[in-house]
């Protein structure tokens, strides 16, 4: 057995080297293989990525599994990759590592509702957020609706109302009640509305009532039309006399027809400004063309009254006026007018003196005082026509403020009473004024507070009187009568408040907020000229001295300002228009180093604001009321 180990060894030995070399061989060719596959794997994805633009994607071969990392702009992206990894090797192969960006949060969207009004109803139509229930903003916009049917086309979404949605909707909902025919749409930013006033007054109400409800920091856009007055008869009077040229009454049909109106009146000596209103009813759309004809012929024959009532000229010359010039003016006017005008040409004679001893020409008086009183002197034909008179005038100015003292007399001439009924119903017009009626002219002068005045009444006597009836009218604007006058300017509003204030001081209690007694009065003078300003947006401003810390006088400057405020809001005044806002010591008008600084700059000030109530102009007038001096050593 000892013999036979060695001769066992020596031929074990090689083919234990042999098996592990072949072995070694085996695993270099699979790592070969391995690499080889690898590789070729990510030449061909590498190359197939780069071609499908999917350069972002990272590959990772490990034997034959691929991973792709990476982070894809969307899922689609992300998809694509994976298609265009699958062509180039087997989807099972595929690890999928790769990311997509998170996607945006869903954007609320643009929350609207437009809202119709007619005469059949109101429609509601638009988005809502869910807060705004659509039954509900029905159910609010039947409250504003006076019964009208209400047609609801809402949808809701169910994202968070944006700021300021609420504050908008409860504003235009409101602003349906006094717009009869409307479009109202809303935003959270912005309210516009498309509306049809019923006439001019109405149209500037509505402005005005509109802007000062309109909500602090909300765009108001508002485009309110008005329809043009009826005028009925068409009327237009233009004059020449020794005073110059003037109208009585203008009124055109179009703003051609207007601008060729006053162009000829310009160059027929015109020289103030004259409102002529567009307006309807004219019988022709070329009555600023024969308008324009008749002034020119008027101009040229120097002087006299051209009235036009719808269709009927009347062209009057001066006494002494050329019979020539007369005629060829008159032929030219009649040649250029259009066919449907009808024209009268009266040149009067020259009156002869009157005999000694001969009969008086019959007059007629009637005088109004300012006080409203009339008094009707003169001569009337019969007891029929005085009742008639005296009937008229006291349905026109009040059956006890007439006064009359007329005489009968049988020789009046023909359609006198209609004469002097024409001249009472124009009186109607003035605050105070005479009216004198002749056989041959009536002629009425005085003051009104009515800027149209005088063209009403030329439309009375235009349509009354007989064609080529001579009247003579004298009427003086006052703005001092006129009702929309005593509205006062926001410029005036703070005048009478800063002259309140300086009569009596608004004084607090030290460190208090309570008013003193008599800052009581100067609150009652606020309030009551407060009363005629409430389209006008101001802000009551509180102000401290430099006593004390900064946070303490704002407080108290603040809390100052809105008892302010709650005092005018107890008196029963409007306050939509008015803000509050304290100050503290940021803005000092006086050195706060002495008591008699520190005094001014302890006050309440009143001043004029933008529209959205945040900026106040520079050039707003602002008025401070008289100092608080009773603040004393209170921490301000």
Wanted: include cysteine; charge should be negative.
């Amino acid at each position: 057995m000892t013999s036979k180990r060695p001769l066992l060894r020596s031929r074990t030995l090689p083919h234990v080297l042999a098996v592990a070399l072949g072995a070694a061989g085996c695993v270099g060719v699979a790592f070969w293989a391995k690499n080889l596959v690898e590789g070729q794997a990510v030449t061909g994805l590498n190359l197939a990525m780069s071609q499908a633009g999917h350069d972002w994607v990272g590959i990772d071969v490990d034997g034959l599994s691929v991973m792709l990392t990476g982070m894809a702009s969307d899922e689609a992206t992300r998809f694509a990759a994976l298609s265009a990894a699958g062509r180039v090797v087997d989807a099972s192969r595929i690890i999928d590592a790769m990311d997509v960006v998170a996607a945006e949060a869903i954007k609320a969207p643009d929350f609207s509702i437009e809202m119709l009004k007619n005469e059949d109803g109101v429609s509601l139509i638009g988005l809502v957020p869910a807060s705004s229930d659509p039954q509900d903003i029905v159910a609010r916009v039947e409250g504003n609706a006076d019964g009208a049917p209400i047609s609801e086309l809402l949808e809701s979404a169910n994202f968070d109302a944006p700021d300021g949605w609420e504050r908008a909707l409860a504003f235009g909902i409101e602003a349906l009640e006094v717009l009869p025919r409307s479009k109202v749409s809303i935003n959270s930013r912005r309210v516009a509305i498309t509306a049809v006033a019923k006439d001019a007054d109405d149209k500037l109400a509505l402005e005005r009532r509109l802007n000062r409800d309109a909500p602090p920091g909300l765009i108001l856009a508002l485009n309110i039309s008005a329809p043009r007055p009826v005028v009925a008869p068409f009327t237009l009077r233009f004059l020449i006399d020794e005073s110059g040229a003037r109208f009585d009454a203008c009124a055109a049909a179009s703003e051609e027809g207007r601008d060729a109106i006053l162009n000829a009146a310009k160059s027929a000596g015109l020289t103030n400004e004259v409102d002529c209103v567009l307006a309807l009813g004219t019988p022709t759309t070329r009555w600023g063309e024969a308008a324009a004809a008749g002034i020119n012929a008027l101009s040229a024959i120097g002087a006299g009254t051209l009235t036009m009532s719808n269709a009927d000229i009347t062209l009057v010359a001066q006494e002494g006026t050329s019979p020539t010039v007369f005629e060829r003016s008159a032929a030219d006017l009649q040649a250029a007018l259009p066919p449907v005008f009808s024209l009268s040409m009266i040149l009067p004679e020259t009156p002869e003196d009157p005999k000694d001893g001969g009969v008086q020409p019959p007059e007629f008086t009637a005088t109004r005082s300012p006080d409203g009183q009339v008094q009707l002197r003169g001569k009337l034909g019969d007891a029929a026509s005085r009742s008639a008179v005296e009937s008229f005038a006291a349905a026109h100015f009040g059956s006890n403020r007439i006064y009359s003292a007329t005489l009968l007399d049988p020789n009046v001439p023909g359609g006198w009473p209609l004469r002097v009924l024409s001249a009472l119903e124009a009186l109607q017009f003035l605050h105070n004024g005479v009216a004198t009626v002749t056989a041959d002219n009536i002629a009425i002068s005085g003051q009104t507070g009515s800027k149209d005045a005088q063209a009403r009444m030329t439309r009375i006597l235009s349509s009354n009187l007989e064609s080529g009836a001579a009247y003579q009218l004298d009427v003086t604007y006052s703005e001092a009568l006129d009702p929309a006058s005593s509205i006062p300017t926001p410029e005036n509003c703070i005048k009478m408040i800063s002259d309140a204030g300086n009569r009596r001081k608004i004084t607090f209690a030290p460190s208090s907020t309570d008013f003193e007694d008599d800052a009581v009065e100067t609150i009652d003078s606020i309030a009551e000229i407060l009363r005629d300003c409430t389209s006008v947006r101001i802000e009551i401003g509180g102000h401290t001295d430099s006593q004390g810390r900064d946070v303490m006088n704002d407080q108290l400057s603040q809390a100052r300002a809105d008892a302010v405020l709650n005092a005018i809001m107890a008196r029963r005044v409007l306050v939509s228009n008015l803000t509050a806002k304290g100050y503290g010591e940021t803005q000092p008008i006086a050195d706060n180093d002495s008591e008699t600084g520190r005094e001014a700059n302890r006050r309440i000030e009143f001043r004029l604001v933008t529209e959205d109530e945040d900026i106040a102009s520079e050039e707003d007038p602002s008025t401070e009321l008289a100092p608080d001096d009773g603040d004393g050593e209170q921490s301000e």
